[in-house]
């Protein structure tokens, strides 16, 4: 997302294709994307760079908002529209199917049954592989396991937002339902790089999120703080502890970190080879349930994106 929106102004298209290059060159097979980042342009980016790669990655896209302004809630799940985004995202990224499709949002106007099956039609076609949800609450998530088996939800996982612990994973696991997690390094925070004195631009989402005020940068301090003495005694960065952290809690846990910088992707990746013991984990989930993280992680005008 954050190549084409989301983090200010997009990214000069040859450099992101050249790094997503050098990310499967340095073994990444996962690539996350979806109609509404740009919108359509981060689509296009994806497809053109991973087209020489297409037997050697997975990528994910994602339908359900509406992108024509017909809508007030600007959501937009209904079978018809599915049946006609996909269309969209297979031009787009070049695919005669899309490995993993999402529902970007739930739509409160349409039942959860309704989509399932409209994405239950598209893999009997064979334009869709495997199906998922993101932001999904767990009710939203059984029914429509029922309906057509789910590979998997995508939420927002970190030491900052740890609410899928109390029902989320367990959920999940029980399902067998993977779970790839967004924004694991705290859309930035988590990397210790940002502080009460960092501004953003209007293009950049986290100018309008209320965890990202100045008040709210210095009360969460503290938990990069945390992040940064445990980065110490590991020879590792903060993000590197961050990212491990995500990793050592299930082996079906994915973490999506985005970066739009070479140097950002291969600290990123080292974190695969940072370890936490069990010991070393249960002190720091101690520590962390001491921790109250301040500022909600949307502006109150998204609640309506927020399925319960």
């Known amino acids: 997302m954050g190549m084409s929106s989301g983090f200010g102004p997009a990214s000069d298209t ?10 499967i060159n340095r073994g990444m097979t996962f690539f996350d994307t979806a109609e509404v980042y740009g919108p359509y342009a981060n689509e296009e980016l994806v497809g053109k760079a991973l087209l020489p790669y297409r037997d050697q990655v ?13 809508r007030k809630s600007k959501l937009d799940s209904r079978p018809e529209h599915i049946k006609k985004a996909v269309e969209g995202s297979l031009k787009r990224l070049h695919v005669e199917a899309i490995d993993l499709y999402y529902q970007h949002r739930v739509d409160p106007d349409v039942p959860i049954e309704e989509v399932a099956g409209a994405v239950k ?24 396991h029922e ?30 339902i993977g779970f790839v997690t967004f924004s694991p390094l705290g859309r930035g925070f988590l990397t210790g ?26 009360a969460n301090q503290v938990l990069v703080d945390l ?16 990212l491990a952290w995500v990793l050592a809690q299930k ?23 940072v370890e936490l013991t069990t010991e070393e984990l249960r002190d720091l989930n101690e520590s962390l349930s001491k921790i109250e993280i301040m500022g909600d992680r949307y502006p109150a005008e998204y609640a309506s994106f927020i399925d319960k």
């Open 227 to 242: 992040i940064k003495k445990i980065a110490a005694g590991k020879d590792a960065t903060p993000a590197q502890i961050a």
């Open 58 to 70: 997975i990528i994910a896209t994602k339908f359900g908002f509406d992108l024509q302004g017909n």
């Open 14 to 23: 040859k450099e992101m294709i050249s790094l997503i290059h050098s990310a």
């Open 147 to 176: 309906v057509q088996p789910l590979t998997a939800v995508q939420s927002e996982y970190s030491m900052m937002w740890r609410n899928p612990e109390e029902e989320l994973l367990s959920t999940l696991e029980e399902l067998g």
């Open 193 to 218: 790089k940002i502080d009460k004195n960092a501004t953003f631009v209007n293009s950049d989402f986290r100018s309008i999120v209320p965890r990202f005020q100045p008040e709210n940068l210095t």
């Open 121 to 144: 039609d598209l893999i009997q076609e064979g334009k869709v592989k495997h199906w998922g949800l993101s932001e999904a609450g767990v009710k939203t998530i059984c029914r429509a």
């Open 251 to 273: 082996p079906w846990i994915v973490p999506i970190p985005g970066t739009t910088k070479l140097e950002r992707l291969e600290e990123n990746l080292g974190a695969v080879d």
